[in-house]
Each structure stands twice: as structure tokens, then as C-alpha cells.
């Protein structure tokens, strides 16, 4: 019989099953925990996990967050110094706004207002566009937004109440300033050396101060010498040097200066204290002018004021105190042709007294009524 052929068979290939997969991944599983590997992996997750947590914080604070009804102090600023700007009253000296910013930003920015690092608040500079000595209206948003705080902190200003400021802005003049003694004192008489200094100050403020000075100060303002309560008590001639100036209610501004304040010296000759005395009753005339009474009739006229208040030097009060004193303190109430309009009028009466004698504040108000009335309009039978 002829050779058979040899046939030769190819390996079948095994079918991988999911014992196998199971087995690889375990395997490469249990290769990976080698110490070097362990090692590497506890270094990486040393940065990873803080850089992770420190980008998520950042994303934190920089989120977008709004804070309404900030009320916020502010102070109203020039940077010319030949000018001063001041609130009309009886506006609030306060903003409230409505800010949005990075949430941590925002927060400092809260902090600062709040905590007292800003105790005068937001300092608002006026531009010098405005002219001087008028009122104006301040626009406060476009102002308040572009403040150094909420800028540089990346802050936004939505909204600013109220949204305009009533201004004025004052030209800063210097005015002339007489020394004299202390408000309310009488019995005294001083002289001081130099007799004046000079303000400056806003012309406004200036000018209200000058409104309420006697005409015979001739357009000065007056600044009082603080004198030592001891030798005010105590009559007697004394030298003083380096006074201390005090400024009546009126000049009780920050803005008002003394320039160049020198040493104030003062000569003062004390006299006894002055003394009160209640008179019952006081006369009160009518100055008229010639003829007035001739076509008008008063009526309605008290010609009596009752418990006057008196306050000059002793000897003089005692003096007016006897009966043969003259002449006698009395009162006058000035009526002109204004006067007879057949309306009620109230008058503020005129004292004349002996020189050094003056009434007390409360009876220098003192005032009298009465009708001026056209005797044609009158029944006959009235005198």
C-alpha cells in the first residue's frame, strides 16, 4: 500500500473568556502596588488635592454678589483751597448704595465702611467746574463710582440715594476780626493788643456771622476774649498775655480759620459785678411823626410795661431804685405813616435808660400792639 500523506493540524486557538479579562486586570492591578508607585501617587495627590481646593476657593470668592441699602457717611471735599463746598441743610450727611462686586472683594469693601477704618466715610471731591458763591445740584452716582475704594477693588456702584446733592460752593475770603471782652460782660472795660486778627473762611458763612454785628462795627466781624472767670469776680486792674479767642455761635465752623494767630495781650480794669433790679412797671411812649396823629387815631395801645428786668453797676440800680431818681427809665415804640393800615401792629419796644443800664435778654424782646386808625372812618363822638 502506498504511504499515507502526513497531515498536520493547526492549534485551534482558545476562546478568551471573562475569567480571562478578570485575571489580566488583576494582574496589572496587583503589579501597580509596588512601593515606587505608591510613592509617586502619594506626590502627586500632595499637589493636586491643595491646587484643587485652592481653585475651587478662588472660584469661591470671586463669584458675583450685590449688597443693597448701604448707608454710607460721606464728607464733601475741593481741591482748590480758595473755595469751600458745603451740604445745604437739612440734607443727611449719608449716601445708601447698591453695590455688586467678587463676593470676598465686596466684603472687604463692607468691612472698611462698617468698621471704622472710613470714619468720615467717602470723601466726595467737587470738581472746580462749579462756579463759586451759588447753589448747585451734585449728581452723586457717576462721583460716588469712580471713589478709590470701590475702583480698585473691582466693585460696581449700581445705584447711589439720594441721586443729587444739594451744594453750595462759597468763595474762601478773609475778613477783619475786633477783640473784645467776654459775651454778656459789662462790667468790665479792656483793650488788647493787636485790637484785630484776620478770618478766613467761607464768604457765605462770613457773611451770616456779619449779619448779626452792630451797624458802629463798621462791616467787622467780633471775636470775644476768654478772660479767666477769677479776675472777673474780683475788681481789680490786670495784665494778661497770650488771651485765648473764643468765636461766637455764629463763626462756629470748622471751615473759618485766624490767620497767623498772634499772642494776644490784654490791659483789663475789672469794676464791681453788675446788679439786677425788677421794676413793676415801665412808661411806654409813642414816637411819632409830626401830623401823623393828626388824620390816624391809636387804638389798642398798652402805654405799660409790667416787671421789667433792669441790670447795671450797684450804685446805678440803687440809685433807680429812690423815688427823686431821675430822669426815670422808660420805653418808646418808634410808629411810622407804614404803621396805618388800620391792621393790628406789633412793635418792638425802644428802652431808654441811664448810660451802663441795660435790660435783660428776655425783656429786649419785649413788644407792644396797636391799631392805627383813619379818624374819617371814626363815629363823631369819638375823641
Not at 86 to 113: C, I, T, Y
Not at 190 to 216: C, H, I, M, Y
Amino acid at each position: 500500500m502506498p504511504d499515507r500523506p502526513s497531515i498536520t493540524y493547526e492549534a485551534r486557538p482558545r476562546l478568551r473568556t471573562w475569567r480571562d479579562d478578570i485575571s489580566a486586570e488583576w494582574t496589572r492591578f496587583a503589579s501597580g502596588f509596588t512601593r515606587e508607585n505608591i510613592v509617586s501617587n502619594l506626590k502627586t495627590l500632595a499637589w493636586v488635592v491643595p491646587l484643587t481646593l485652592l481653585i475651587w476657593i478662588y472660584a469661591e470668592r470671586e463669584q458675583v454678589a450685590p449688597a443693597k441699602d448701604v448707608a454710607v457717611p460721606f464728607e464733601l471735599t475741593s481741591v482748590d483751597a480758595d473755595r469751600a463746598v458745603s451740604l445745604k441743610p437739612p440734607q443727611d450727611k449719608n449716601l445708601v448704595l447698591e453695590l455688586q462686586g467678587p463676593q470676598a472683594r465686596l466684603q472687604d469693601v463692607l468691612n472698611k465702611l462698617r468698621g471704622g477704618t472710613m470714619p468720615q466715610g467717602l470723601k466726595i471731591d467737587v470738581p472746580t467746574t462749579y462756579q463759586v458763591n451759588r447753589e448747585h445740584a451734585l449728581p452723586t452716582l457717576d462721583l460716588v463710582r469712580s471713589q478709590k475704594i470701590f475702583t480698585d477693588a473691582g466693585v460696581t456702584v449700581l445705584g447711589v440715594q439720594p441721586a443729587r446733592l444739594e451744594i453750595v460752593v462759597d468763595e474762601v475770603v478773609e475778613r477783619e476780626a475786633r477783640i473784645v471782652g467776654p459775651s454778656g460782660v459789662k462790667n468790665l472795660e479792656a483793650t488788647f493788643d493787636p485790637p484785630t486778627v484776620k478770618l478766613r473762611g467761607p464768604l457765605s458763612v462770613l457773611n451770616k456771622a456779619l449779619a448779626s454785628v452792630p451797624q458802629e462795627e463798621n462791616g467787622r466781624l467780633l471775636l470775644h476774649a476768654d478772660l479767666p472767670q477769677h479776675i472777673l469776680r474780683k475788681p481789680d486792674h490786670y495784665e494778661l498775655t497770650d488771651v485765648v479767642l473764643t468765636r461766637p455761635p455764629e463763626l462756629q465752623d470748622d471751615r473759618v480759620s485766624i490767620v497767623a494767630l498772634p499772642k494776644i495781650r490784654a490791659v483789663v480794669d475789672v469794676r464791681q459785678a453788675d446788679k439786677t433790679y425788677t421794676r413793676p412797671s415801665m412808661t411806654v411812649t409813642q414816637d411819632v411823626p409830626d401830623g401823623l396823629l393828626d388824620k390816624y387815631k391809636m387804638v389798642d395801645f398798652r402805654a405799660v410795661l409790667q416787671n421789667v428786668t433792669l441790670v447795671g453797676p450797684p450804685e446805678l440800680i440803687e440809685a433807680m431804685q429812690r423815688p427823686d431818681f431821675q430822669p426815670q427809665p422808660k420805653a418808646h415804640v418808634v410808629v411810622t405813616a407804614e404803621d396805618a393800615t388800620g391792621e393790628r401792629r406789633t412793635k418792638v419796644v425802644v428802652y431808654d435808660l441811664p448810660k451802663g443800664v441795660d435790660v435783660v435778654p428776655e425783656d429786649q424782646k419785649r413788644t407792644v400792639e396797636f391799631r392805627l386808625v383813619d379818624r374819617s372812618t371814626l363815629p363823631l363822638s369819638t375823641p
